[in-house]
Nanobody, 126 residues
Framework: EVQLVESGGGLVQAGGSLRLSCAAS????????IAWFRQAPGKEREGVACINNSDGSTYSADSVKGRFTISSDNAKNTVYLQVNSLKPEDTAVYYC???????????????????WGQGTQVTVSS
């Protein structure tokens, strides 16, 4: 059974940082891309970043470039999202998701993923 478990969210002041973790199990980690999405109240779920675990290539949304960094520890089957210089508009539930293939092809489309975690809340106060 595929499982994705997020952790690391919390309440932080604007300008602060967090490191989100996504612990994966139930599949061959190296064979799939893993992405982070977020969803704010009343808004659609949007892609934040994706990592191709087979070659380490990464992709990220323009809105977070230079502030958020996705990485993975293949030995621990864990993907991280380091979020720096947080803004109130970054407030959302953050989800990790398993891509249907090894790549990050069409990485920011929700239907590209077949498994999702339960999410972790990030709240940024001004």
């Amino acid at each position: 059974e595929v499982q994705l478990v997020e952790s690391g969210g919390g309440l932080v002041q604007a300008g602060g940082s967090l490191r989100l973790s996504c612990a994966a199990s139930g599949f061959t980690f190296d064979d799939y891309g893993i992405a982070w999405f977020r969803q704010a109240p009343g808004k659609e779920r949007e892609g934040v970043a994706c990592i191709n675990n087979s070659d380490g290539s990464t992709y990220s949304a323009d809105s977070v470039k230079g502030r958020f960094t996705i990485s993975s520890d293949n030995a621990k089957n864990t993907v991280y999202l380091q979020v720096n210089s947080l803004k109130p508009e970054d407030t959302a539930v953050y989800y990790c998701a398993k891509h249907r293939s090894y790549s990050c092809n069409r990485w920011n489309e929700v239907l590209t993923y077949d498994s999702w975690g339960q999410g972790t809340q990030v709240t940024v106060s001004s």
